[in-house]
C-alpha cells in the first residue's frame, strides 16, 4: 500500500513570509496528525484530526499557524508570519483510528526560516 | 512538554553486539510504543507494548514495560550497521482521543 505522502520536501522561506504543507494520508485512515520535530528533539504533536474534524490542537501556535482537513481526506498545514525558530521538520502522520495502533509517518518537509 | 526521557542519549556499539536503550515516563499510560528514525526510512514504527503486558518479542527486538517503575526498555539483540538510528519512546496516555509524546530519543550508532 502506498505510504503517507508530503510536499514539498525542502522549502527555504525568510521570516515573515508565509509557507504551506500538504499531506496525503494512507487510504482509509481516519486520524492525521501534524508534527514539528525540531533538531535533536523528538516530534512534538501540533494537530489531530478526526476524518475532518480538529481532536487536539493545544500545542498549536494558532496566531501563526493553521491547519484543515478538507473532506477527512488530504490536508495543509500553514505558516503566516513565519518566524526563525519555526526551522524544523514537519511531519505528517496517519492511522487507522484514534488512540489506539501504530502511526504511519510520511518523509516530512524540512523548513528553514532565514 | 515531552514525557517519555530516553537513556542514553546516544550509544556506540560494534556489529554484533546488544544495544539496550531505557525509556522513563510520568504519567499513566495505555501503551508505549518504539519508533526508529534513519535519514534513509523516515520515522517507522517498530513495536508497541500495552500497560497491561510485561514484555514483547519482534525479531530482534525485545521491549519490557514496567508500570510501577514507569519505565521501558528497548533490547536490540546481535545489532548491525543498518540498525544505526535515533530511537524514541512514545507513550499513549489513557484517554479517549489520547495522542502520543515522544521522548527526545537515542542515537545509536553501530560500527562495522
Known amino acids: 500500500e502506498a505510504g503517507v505522502a508530503q510536499s514539498p520536501r525542502y522549502k527555504i522561506i525568510e521570516k515573515r513570509q508565509s509557507v504551506a504543507f500538504w499531506c496525503n494520508p494512507i487510504?482509509?485512515?481516519?486520524?492525521l496528525y501534524w508534527y514539528q520535530q525540531i533538531l535533536g528533539q523528538g516530534p512534538k504533536l501540533l494537530i489531530q484530526?478526526?476524518?475532518?474534524?480538529?481532536?487536539?490542537d493545544s500545542q498549536l501556535p494558532k496566531d501563526r499557524f493553521s491547519a484543515e482537513r478538507l473532506k477527512g481526506v488530504d490536508s495543509t498545514l500553514k505558516i503566516q508570519p513565519a518566524k526563525l525558530e519555526d526551522s524544523a521538520v514537519y511531519l505528517c502522520?496517519?492511522?487507522?483510528?484514534?488512540?489506539?495502533?501504530?502511526?504511519?509517518f510520511g518523509p516530512g518537509t524540512r523548513l528553514t526560516v532565514t | 512538554s515531552q514525557q517519555g526521557e530516553e537513556d542514553p542519549q546516544a550509544l556506540s556499539i560494534q556489529e554484533g553486539e546488544n544495544a539496550t536503550m531505557n525509556c522513563s515516563y510520568k504519567?499513566?499510560?495505555?501503551?508505549l510504543q518504539w519508533y526508529r528514525q534513519n535519514s534513509g526510512r523516515g520515522l517507522v514504527h517498530l513495536i508497541l507494548?500495552?500497560?497491561?503486558?510485561r514484555e514483547k518479542h519482534s525479531g530482534r527486538l525485545r521491549v519490557t514495560l514496567d508500570t510501577s517503575k514507569k519505565s521501558s526498555s528497548l533490547l536490540i539483540t546481535a545489532s548491525r550497521a543498518a540498525d544505526t538510528a535515533s530511537y524514541f519512546c512514545?507513550?499513549?496516555?489513557?484517554?479517549?482521543?489520547?495522542?502520543?509524546?515522544f521522548g527526545k530519543g537515542t542515537m545509536l550508532l553501530v560500527s562495522p
Open positions: 502522520a496517519s492511522s487507522f483510528r484514534v488512540g489506539v495502533g501504530e502511526q504511519y
Open positions: 487510504s482509509g485512515h481516519a486520524t
Open positions: 484530526f478526526q476524518n475532518n474534524g480538529v481532536v487536539d
Open positions: 504519567t499513566s499510560i495505555n501503551n
Open positions: 507494548i500495552r500497560s497491561n503486558e
Open positions: 512514545a507513550t499513549g496516555g489513557n484517554s479517549g482521543y489520547s495522542t502520543l509524546t
